[in-house]
């Protein structure tokens, strides 16, 4: 895709963006609206000198040391890159050098807590270097900063990323996967990070609408990563129907993120679990306890209250010798096994 000379773009969005190269022609500032995997994460320059002259900028959502760009090979000033993102930008005509801006959000680039300690860096074919931070502008949700170095060079093997000269900036915790299953009457979540920096805890919500959310289970993170880890948390109290899944990742200095949410459909088909059972016994399905009706092995009925909550019929079996037991509904009968 091609913009030229005095061409402009509107309407730019995590929804709507450029995913692969785009090419601009001409001596206008402009702002590339880039984006990679749903995010709009733009990259910009300043006016080139000539109406000839090309720049083509993509984004890339992709740790810049899985493609080779070497993260611990840094500038002494940097403390550390972003783990999770980086831009290329080349020249193809022309020998203008603008000023290049780039830019940060939340939850993408994973937490920006002082603006003043991130930094401008450039891949220069064995280091990552340090080249300053001029009109950094915005807040810690989402913001962009230019270089203050000079860039006399402009290559698609000379990428640039975001960095910070301390710890204090998480960028990031890198989410590799983040996935919600419904199994066994039970929503089984399950996500892996590839890096983490300052991470103290997960928060698991959900929400049966979108908008109103109700947190719980949280899990502890692995403060400061480099390798990839497995986390899993199981809601054993879902909504019937669709409901949705949101991660929420809290650091050290309580800077959050949020992944997703992701969207579980929650079956309506009777089922009963856990099963065989020592406690509890859950009850899910369009059912009403009024037609639910308990037998034993004998066929002798079972005097017992059942409870409800969350849309759930909720059985206590802790008064029930062990054995065999039978459920009647008015659509079949299930087999129960107390084990105390």
């Given at each position: 895709m091609t913009v030229e000379d005095d061409g402009t773009t509107s309407y730019v969005s995590d929804d709507s963006y450029v995913d692969g190269y785009m090419r601009k022609v001409g001596n206008d500032a402009f702002t590339f609206p880039s984006g990679d995997a749903g995010f709009y994460r733009p990259i910009g320059i300043s006016a080139p000198t000539?109406?000839?002259?090309?720049?083509?900028?993509?984004?890339?959502?992709?740790?810049?040391?899985?493609?080779?760009?070497?993260?611990?090979?840094?500038?002494?000033?940097?403390?550390?890159i972003s783990y999770v993102e980086y831009w290329k930008l080349n020249r193809t005509s022309g020998t203008s050098t603008p000023t290049v801006t780039l830019s940060w959000g939340t939850p993408r680039s994973g937490g920006v807590v002082n603006e003043a300690d991130l930094r401008f860096a450039r891949w220069d074919g064995s280091v990552w270097r340090d080249l300053g931070a001029a009109s950094v502008t915005g807040t810690k949700a989402s913001g962009t900063l230019d270089n203050s170095v000079a860039i006399t060079a402009f290559s698609d093997s000379n990428p640039y990323t975001l960095a910070t000269i301390d710890a204090i900036n998480p960028l990031p915790i890198e989410l590799t996967s983040f996935t919600a299953r419904m199994r066994d009457g039970v929503v089984a979540l399950n996500w892996t990070t590839k890096s983490e920096i300052n991470n103290n805890y997960f928060t698991l919500e959900k929400s049966m609408d979108g908008v109103n959310w109700t947190p719980f289970a949280q899990v502890d993170g692995a403060?400061?990563?480099?390798v990839e880890i497995n986390y899993g948390e199981v809601d054993e109290n879902p909504y019937l129907g669709l409901s949705y899944y949101p991660l929420k990742q809290t650091d050290f200095d309580v800077t959050t993120a949020y992944f997703g949410p992701i969207a579980v459909q929650c079956n309506t088909d009777l089922?009963?679990?856990?099963?065989?059972t020592s406690g509890l016994v859950y009850i899910v399905g369009e059912i009403d306890a009024s037609n639910i009706t308990l037998f034993n092995i004998q066929g002798q009925k079972i005097p017992i209250q059942?409870?409800?909550s969350n849309g759930r019929i909720i059985l206590d079996t802790q008064n029930l010798a062990n054995g065999t037991y039978y459920l009647q509904f008015r659509t079949g009968v299930k087999r129960l096994v107390v084990q105390h």
């Open positions: 000539g109406t000839t002259h090309q720049f083509e900028a993509q984004y890339i959502w992709v740790r810049p040391d899985d493609d080779g760009f070497d993260e611990t090979s840094l500038d002494g000033t940097l403390d550390h403060a400061n990563s480099s089922s009963v679990f856990p099963n065989p059942f409870g409800a």
